[in-house]
Structures are given as C-alpha cells and as structure tokens.
C-alpha cells in the first residue's frame, strides 16, 4: 500500500533553515510529481510546492518568496524541501502529498502522509 | 490566482444527507481538476473525492463529488451521514500553483 513518511520537522530560530524529508513506498515513485503542503496551528490547509516526476518542472506558491526548494531523489524514493531564512510564519504542519497523474501534473493528490511539525521560535 | 469558497460551517443529523459548496472566484471551475479532502481532528487529511468526482478506493460511495458551471462551483454530498463523518472538508484545485478552499466544518449532530 501506498505510504509516505515526512520527516526532519522540529524547533528553529528565525532564520535558521530546515530540511524536511518525505519518504515513499508503495507506488513506483519516478513516475508521479509530489507535493508539499503545510498547515498552520488552528489554520487550513496551504499549497507550498509541486515537481514533477522527473524533477524538471518545479512550481512555488507565491507567498514563499524564493525561500524554500523542492527536490526528490528517484533513487531513493524520497521527495525534499529545503527551507531557508525562516519565519514565524512557517510554523505548521508539513505534509507531503502525491499527485495522481503517471509522468504529469493533474494537480490532484490521492496520497498524503501523516506531516512534521516545523515550529520556527527563538 | 483565483480562490476557492467555502462555507465555514454546517450541520445535519445522522442519516440525511448534507452538501458542501466551492465557489470558484474566477476562471471556469471545469478549466482544472476539483478535490475534496476528508481531515478529523487531530489526523492528516485524507482524499474523498478527486478529479472532480471520483473516489478513491476505500471511501464509500454515499461519498460524491460534482460541478456546477452555471454557479462555477463544486459540490460535496455525502448521504447517509454518520457520527465519523464529522470533520473538516477542503475543496482544492489547481493551475499550475495549488489553491485551497478555507475548509467546512462539517458537524453531524
């Protein structure tokens, strides 16, 4: 079955940068685009990053000002984010989601993991 | 970027039947992929519906998804509501950046 494990969250000083990591079984991982999406405390639900299942296509919410990367590593079946020059605001649940489309983005997940807490706090 | 609309609240009782709305602000909500995702308290969201209307395996068909160009809108409906099916419920669509509804809180009383 399907799983996907986040891992990585944890307390950071503002400024400070983080990297989470999201890894999956169950599926042939090469061939769909993952995403990340966070969840601040009490808050709903916010799209972060997208790429492809190759890695060559990347896409970023708007909000995120260039601060944070996404990546994977089809090698190892695990989907990245790094997260640079961190805020308050980062503070959220992170999770990691799968795209349903085989070698395209159709932008719609059917997989989520189960996130890590990133809490961003001097 | 356009958003996505939702009632912040509802409420039905065991049994009957209760539909969730998404209103799209701009951009025809046929144009991208609608999808509905499940999270209780305390748990990581899980799908209901994706592409518009299809379930995952799993999520009982009293479970439907639909769209509505005349209101550019979609909709959730579950029927039979149960005690467990009390949650919140989040529209999501995409055109190249992800965009999420505010979610629903769904309280079957």
């Known amino acids: 079955q399907v799983q996907l494990v986040e891992s990585g969250g944890g307390v950071v000083q503002p400024g400070g940068s983080l990297r989470l990591s999201c890894a999956a079984s169950g599926f042939t991982f090469s061939t769909f685009g993952m995403h990340w999406v966070r969840q601040a405390p009490g808050k709903g639900l916010e799209w972060v990053a997208v790429?492809?299942?190759?890695?060559?296509?990347?896409y970023y919410a708007d909000s995120l000002k260039g601060r944070f990367t996404i990546s994977r590593d089809n090698s190892k079946n695990t989907l990245y984010l790094q997260m640079n020059s961190l805020r308050a605001e980062d503070t959220a649940v992170y999770y990691c989601?799968?795209?349903?489309?085989?070698?395209?983005?159709?932008?719609?997940?059917?997989?989520w993991g189960q996130g890590t807490l990133v809490t961003v706090s001097s | 970027n356009f958003m996505l609309t939702q009632p912040h609240s509802v409420s039905e009782s065991p049994g009957k039947t209760v539909t969730i709305s998404c209103t799209r602000s701009s951009g025809n909500i046929a144009s991208n992929y609608v999808q509905w995702y499940q999270q209780r308290p305390g748990s990581s969201p899980t799908t209901v519906i994706y592409?518009?209307?299809?379930?995952p395996s799993g999520v009982p068909d009293r479970f439907s998804g639909s769209i509505d160009i005349s209101s550019n809108s979609a909709s959730l409906t579950i029927s039979g509501l149960k005690t467990e099916d009390e949650a919140d419920y989040y529209c999501q669509s995409y055109d190249g950046r992800g965009v999420f509804g505010g979610g629903t809180k769904l309280t079957v009383l």
């Open positions: 989601g799968k795209d349903t489309g085989i070698t395209m983005l159709r932008g719609a997940f059917d997989y």
């Open positions: 592409e518009d209307h299809h379930r």
């Open positions: 790429i492809s299942y190759d890695g060559s296509n990347k």
